[in-house]
């Protein structure tokens, strides 16, 4: 009998290694296929997942509630699982090169518990070689098996998009790879079970593995040819985003936007194929060039932002800025890697210290990752300035009057207000001076 009959007829386990944003909604889909072991290192998300708490927002409580996946940060219990699939970040480090601690520590990890006839996907993003050149070799060293003998290798990036409750994990197409044929059918196999797009076999984990980096770099470059037109429109005063909607009348349009690119996918993948291309002695021309656009459209915005200030004579020490939105995207509570703190950071150089209001976002990662203490929309007043960052479901439900209340009256100056995602009519706010990207 194989592996995939055997879970599927619940005579063996799955375990998800990381249970963030990625490994629950995988976990959740699989558990209600087969027998799921969800395993993370962080003590405090295992609790509140048994207390029925999804932190991440994607699967919601009533899921983590009703599912028969077993939580738990004891290493042991993956010896449990015969099909392992490794699901944690890989960020990059301060000078933009990959860094692979979360996976290399998974791996030794799930090394010390591998037993024989196992099946081991990874889909962290990585550049295209790690899982053969580092991953492997780790789980045969902390495991003392041999890949290809005792165990297989493959790899299935992910794909999901947080926040997004139309493309979900199940009818996204899946990339599934193999270190041979047999492991790659099972690795197929076993993940339509819940993949209802069905899966897509590619004939090596190198061409997986590059897949996932390319189709976000694809992503970050035609995003930061929309934020370059939207710098140069700006200098023209000519509406960038009408310049789009002209531009989406033709059949072949993209359909691209400009804005803040952050986050923990096309704000890091693009680096991962750079880094992996210069050791190899080519140096990367579009797709940096990308990156070096996306990446300073914070302090852009920031630079705008104090322009504004200075016409409309606010002094750099009284002006009273707020900031909606401090999370990467839309409708999800992850701050990780939100450029919004670029335009936070270029208002600190120049003595403006403005105040952050976001329901969605985690308090206390916002605390802990930059500082930020979050205040409740209802106690903004006294503005000078407006600045819309993300937009929020919550962000888009205000009406004129809640965003007229929120300003001075003293009737010197239109409100400014700085609409980056066009959230707002604009032919509505004739008493204010907007900008946007």
């Known amino acids: 009998m194989s592996l995939f009959e055997k879970i599927k007829n619940k005579n063996e386990q799955i375990s998800v290694i990381g249970l963030g944003y990625v490994g629950m909604p995988i976990g959740i889909a699989f558990a209600k296929k087969a027998s799921v072991i969800g395993f993370d290192t962080n003590q405090k998300k295992i609790e509140m ?143 339509e079970l819940i993949i209802e797009a069905g899966v897509h076999k590619v004939n090596s984990i190198k061409v997986a593995e590059a897949a996932k980096v390319v189709e976000n770099s694809q992503r970050d470059i035609n995003i930061a040819f929309m934020n370059e037109l939207a710098m140069v429109f700006d200098r023209m005063s000519i509406d960038t985003n009408e310049v789009i909607e002209a531009m989406n009348t033709k059949w ?15 704000g890091v993948d693009p680096y991962y194929f750079i880094y992996e291309a210069e050791k190899l002695g080519y140096h990367s021309q579009i797709i940096l060039a990308g990156r070096k656009i996306n990446d300073g459209m914070g302090r852009f915005i920031g630079e705008n932002i104090i322009k504004k200030l200075v016409l409309a004579n606010k002094g750099m020490d009284s002006a009273k800025v707020a900031i909606f939105g401090l999370t990467f995207k839309e409708n999800t509570p992850d701050t990780r890697n939100s450029k919004v703190i670029d335009i936070i950071d ?92």
């Open 346 to 437: 270029t208002l600190l150089e120049y003595g403006i210290r403005p105040i952050v209001v976001d329901p969605v976002a985690d308090k206390e990662e916002a605390k802990r990752e930059y500082g930020i203490d979050l205040i409740d929309i209802c106690d903004i007043d006294e503005l000078d300035c407006a600045v819309i960052a993300v937009a929020h479901n919550e962000f888009k439900k205000i009406k004129l009057s809640q965003l007229d209340s929120f300003f001075k009256d003293d009737g010197s100056n239109k409100k400014i207000l700085f609409d980056i995602k066009h959230i707002f009519d604009k032919n509505s706010l004739n008493n204010y001076d907007v900008w946007s990207l």
């Open 252 to 266: 072949n349009s993209l359909k691209f936007y400009p804005g803040l690119v952050g986050g923990h996918c096309i």
């Open 49 to 191: 997942y048994g207390m029925g708490l999804d932190p991440t927002e994607e699967v919601g409580n009533k899921e983590i509630v009703n599912t028969s996946m077993k939580f738990t940060s004891d290493e042991r219990a993956l010896k449990g699982a015969k099909f392992h699939i490794v699901a944690v970040p890989t960020p990059i480090n301060l000078d933009k090169t990959p860094n692979l601690y979360p996976v290399e520590e998974a791996s030794k990890i799930l090394g010390r518990n591998l037993t024989p006839g196992s099946i081991v996907v990874y889909e962290s993003t990585v550049y295209p070689g790690v899982t053969e050149d580092v991953c492997i070799p780790l789980l045969e060293k902390h495991s003392g098996l041999k890949c290809g003998k005792d165990f297989k290798v493959g790899y299935s990036p992910e794909r999901i998009n947080p926040g997004d409750k139309v493309h979900r994990l199940e009818n996204i197409i899946k990339i599934v790879s193999g270190i041979d044929e047999e492991s790659l059918d099972e690795i197929a196999n076993i993940y």
